[in-house]
């Protein structure tokens, strides 16, 4: 039998389809709500058990990171803590408080220009349903639509594990290191630029999607990369070590770009239903002008071959070969457990997740000018070995 995402449409549920929606109750066309700064939405509050089906949400206002600064918070069945927390942009798919259009089959934003932000995930609850929206930034929100379409059940089996979604950032710390020599190290020995790669049999340093307790399935990641360095930053291994099992772990990959569906160090847009590029720095030709230098947004969604476990996860990747590159990385990830589920760390501030601006062209001249000077300077161009 087909477990494609049509193959139940034809088959009679015993629910009831209902919707929350941001509508006019004077019947008149004002169709959103107002969301003060310092304050937090209720954007839906169901009793009992259901599905949430599908989110649409369009949002203005006149502060320019509203994406980072509005964070969206879901809660199941009484749990005081929230099995999703996120900014709202990068829960669907939107980097560095940015807009831009983004294709996928579980999330999109769709025009004009990544306006209108669309969730498929289902979310089932056997208790009650909490959806919640805050303003930490230092605007009011003047229009914020939304949509929350369910289905009413009279109960939900306990083989529907609750969705959950987790925000995590972190400026990374080159760990680099040439032929294993030392302990530690900060070497940015990408490419083997500076010597031969050193081997990392560990996920000790790496950039961690999310470490769930209980039992469930992780359903994939969006992946937000500011590179600060022109060179590759994908060389780093995803790694997926299920219920504390050790190193290499049940899956175990061989680059950033192999995991999320790519391959040779991809620089260009490309949007599948399950993986993707729906930003990328760009190059001209087949000639880097910056390599990947900049904003970088990838996806893969685990629709059909989610990892599976028992009592515990770790999902991470490393941040260069053998965690070698200082990058700028964000990242939202996407899966099913039971409850109760364990908190997640405190969400970084609005100030903190203030996006780090991206490396330009006069930042590019001023590298070359100390190189220029640290070889005596003169007829230089700047690539002389």
Request: hydrophobic residues 30%.
């Amino acid at each position: 039998m087909s477990n494609g995402p049509l193959s139940g449409i034809a088959t009679i549920v015993d629910a009831r389809s209902k919707r929350i929606s941001s509508f006019d109750r004077s019947g008149g066309n004002g169709d959103c709500v107002h969301i003060p700064k310092g304050t937090t939405f209720v954007m839906a509050d169901i009793p009992g058990a259901g599905i949430v089906k599908h989110i649409w949400i369009t949002i203005s206002g006149k502060d320019p990171l509203l994406r980072r600064n509005l964070v969206l918070r879901a809660f199941w069945d009484g749990q005081e803590h929230p099995s999703v927390e996120s900014p709202i942009g990068e829960f669907f798919g939107q980097g560095w408080g940015q807009k831009y259009n983004f294709i996928s089959l579980p999330l999109a934003a769709s025009p004009a220009n990544g306006n209108a932000l669309v969730c498929y995930f289902p979310m089932p609850f056997g208790n009650g349903a909490r959806i919640t929206v805050e303003n930490q930034g230092s605007e009011d929100i003047d229009a914020f639509y939304y949509y929350v379409d369910y289905d009413e059940h009279a109960s939900i089996p306990d083989s529907q594990g609750r969705f959950h979604a987790w925000y995590h950032q972190e400026l990374t710390k080159p760990e680099g290191q040439i032929d294993n020599v030392g302990v530690g190290g900060d070497v940015e020995n990408e490419w083997e630029v500076f010597g031969r790669f050193p081997n990392n049999p560990t996920d000790e340093n790496n950039y961690v999607f999310c470490q769930p307790e209980g039992e469930g399935h992780y359903v994939g990641v969006n992946y937000y990369v500011n590179s600060p360095s022109p060179i590759w930053y994908g060389e780093g291994d995803d790694m997926f070590l299920v219920d504390g099992e050790a190193w290499p772990g049940s899956a175990h990959g061989t680059g950033t770009e192999d995991y999320f569906n790519q391959s040779w160090c991809p620089d260009e847009h490309y949007c599948h239903p399950y993986f993707g590029t729906a930003r990328a720095p760009g190059r001209s030709n087949d000639s880097p002008r910056f390599g990947w230098l900049g904003r970088t947004h990838v996806y893969r969604f685990h629709l059909e071959d989610p990892i599976r476990f028992k009592k515990s996860l770790r999902a991470s990747i490393e941040h260069g070969h053998a965690n070698c590159l200082t990058l700028d990385l964000a990242s939202v990830a996407y899966w099913y457990q039971t409850t109760p589920s364990k908190p997640f760390p405190a969400l970084p501030s609005a100030e903190e997740r203030n996006p780090r601006p991206e490396i330009g062209a006069v930042d590019v001249h001023r590298w070359r000018d100390v190189w220029r000077r640290t070889h005596g300077g003169g007829t230089l161009l700047g690539n002389e070995k």
